[in-house]
């Protein structure tokens, strides 16, 4: 790194220090690149997105192996975490709790479970997945890359970004004192609405499938137990170390708990049900909010916010263009969808990856700005194909069947892409929830489609039917079997079963198992 003054010069400036903006700068400092991490606020801070999925965690030990990162590889994991790092903050999330609501009346189930699904995503707290306590994680990681030679400035106010012919030059300041970077190369990692889009590209444009939803959320303490408002007994995990979702017609809540008193809660709610709360009123609605929906308000009786509400009028974001000449965004800074199926961290991990590559093996030129339209066309992509299936799931709130089976599409994809990336056959997962597979990916559109379209009787038989064949050849899970009464816990003999569908034989996958501590 060059320094004059207040000026410096590097290969690359990654705007925003978010998980995403630290991840990105420790990588590409591990690859010998100079690199500066402009942040406007100073850590630790609040921030949302915090539930992490097994195909997150894989891309996280994918990167440190990759990058020989072990501090962050021991994030990855439950077990690891708490061993490695005990002090920072995070949550037990062992899979994906889904319940259903109506509006006015308390939850009630029948014996075939038909109001709720269960999806396990580990066999074990100790490879279970966790809860990102933001404060302290995201805290963790600047430290790692500022530990690693990354250049750090908080309380950097960005003023503007110059094109060049070499990179870009970034002007701004920090505590009242100006300063000026010239980069080889500029990452834009501030989270939707950010710098860049703004700046140098098109600004936002509207979801294409997505009904406009706003966001009502905080953390709290004293969060009551679900399982002590509807035990859940024999259920395949405990229903609380989860990302616990009230599901309702026009919108849902997610439960988050943490391992430090925290837990984290919001809402996510179409336009008509929030004007119906007054959610920009924030904590009066959320307790409107919680009268419709009795036994989610019995679960946070003792409940108290911890800091003030959060009430975002827009959570969707999506933009036109994703890179330029000598920059980029993340993905999380292209797009953001929903929290539901907790997709924001997977689809921002495999744009690190996607883009790091392009970064190391391509110089500026031809060659590095085809690489960088390629990165740009897998992310909307991607994005696209997330929004389409929220869309649907957003279209069948208020129908819990169709609600099921659909979200098992996404639990198909990402338990089969899960597995064939740990087989070290990552060809046979292509894309974020397989969205390039010549098969599965046109099915998967074809039935969100069909499902925002609400069909009903005979049609809406024949879309559940088609929703289960596009599952089967890809079921690894025991989905399609109706024995289970929507509770699915991780089973090595699911797995093992079937084997062929991974193009394995039984013993590689039983050896997977053992290596993981799957078995
Ligand atoms: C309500 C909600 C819930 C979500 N829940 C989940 C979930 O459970 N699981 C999941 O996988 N995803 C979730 N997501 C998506 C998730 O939040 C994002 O994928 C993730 O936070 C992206 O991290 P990041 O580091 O890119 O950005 P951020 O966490 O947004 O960090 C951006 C950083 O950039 C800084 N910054 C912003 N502007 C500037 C500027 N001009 N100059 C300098 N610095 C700047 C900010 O201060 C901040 O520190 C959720 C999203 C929302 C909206």
């Not at 408002?229 to 988050?256: C, K, Q, S, T």
């Not at 700005?369 to 069948?396: G, H, I, N, P, S």
């Amino acid at each position: 790194m060059t320094r004059a003054g207040d000026a410096l010069a590097v290969d690359v400036a990654i705007i925003g220090s978010g998980f995403a903006g630290s991840l990105t700068a420790l990588v590409l400092r591990r690859l010998g690149r100079r690199v500066v991490l402009l942040e406007r606020g100073r850590h630790p801070r609040f921030a949302i997105g915090e539930s992490t999925t097994p195909l997150t965690n894989l891309l996280i030990e994918e990167l440190a192996d990759r990058y020989d990162l072990p501090e962050i590889r021991s994030f990855s994991k439950w077990g690891t975490w708490q061993r490695a790092h005990a002090d920072v903050a995070c949550g037990l999330k062992r899979g994906f709790t889904f319940v259903f609501h109506r509006d006015g009346k308390p939850f009630a189930d029948d014996p075939s479970r038909s109001q709720q699904l269960m999806v396990a995503a580990s066999p074990n707290d100790d490879v279970a997945d966790t809860h990102w306590y933001r404060p302290d994680f995201d805290l963790t990681l600047v430290e790692a890359a500022r530990g690693a030679g990354v250049l750090y400035l908080d309380n950097a106010h960005i003023a503007d970004a110059t094109p060049t012919a070499a990179g870009m030059t970034i002007d701004g300041a920090r505590d009242s004192r100006a300063f000026q970077v010239r980069a080889g190369f500029v990452i834009d990692a501030s989270g939707p609405r950010g710098f860049l889009v703004n700046r140098l590209g098109k600004g936002g444009v509207a979801p294409r499938w997505l009904p406009p939803t706003q966001g009502l959320y905080t953390h709290f303490e004293h969060v009551g137990l679900w399982s002590g408002v509807h035990p859940a007994d024999g259920a395949p995990y405990p229903p609380d170390d989860a990302a616990l979702h009230h599901v309702f017609p026009g919108g849902w809540i997610w439960v988050l708990r943490f391992n430090n008193g925290i837990t984290s809660a919001g809402a996510a709610l179409t336009d008509a049900l929030a004007a119906d709360i007054g959610a920009a009123d924030g904590a009066p609605a959320w307790a409107r909010l919680l009268d419709r929906l009795p036994s989610v308000r019995e679960q946070f009786r003792e409940s108290r916010a911890t800091r003030p509400f959060i009430h975002a009028p827009r959570i969707a974001f999506r933009c036109s263009d994703v890179v330029g000449r000598n920059w980029a965004l993340l993905p999380s800074a292209a797009g953001v969808i929903d929290p539901l199926l907790s997709t924001g961290f997977p689809l921002t991990l495999l744009g690190i990856g996607r883009l790091v590559d392009v970064l190391a093996t391509t110089a500026p030129g031809p060659d590095r700005q085809a690489a960088l339209d390629q990165y740009a066309r897998a992310t909307q992509t991607e994005l696209d194909v997330t929004e389409q299936l929220v869309a649907a799931l957003y279209a069948c709130m208020d129908d819990p069947e169709m609600f099921r089976h659909l979200s098992l599409l996404y639990f198909a994809a990402a338990s089969y892409s899960e597995t064939v990336r740990r087989l070290n056959r990552p060809h046979m997962a292509p894309g974020f929830l397989l969205n390039a597979h010549p098969v599965f990916g046109i099915e998967l559109r074809a039935c969100a489609a069909s499902a925002a379209a609400r069909p009903t009787g005979a049609a809406r038989t024949a879309l559940i039917d088609r929703i289960d064949r596009a599952i089967e050849p890809f079921d690894t899970a025991g989905l399609l079997d109706r024995t289970r009464r929507g509770w699915y816990p991780v089973l090595a003999s699911d797995l093992v079963g079937s084997a062929g569908k991974l193009d394995a034989t039984p013993e590689d996958v039983r050896h997977l198992l053992a290596r993981c501590g799957l078995g």
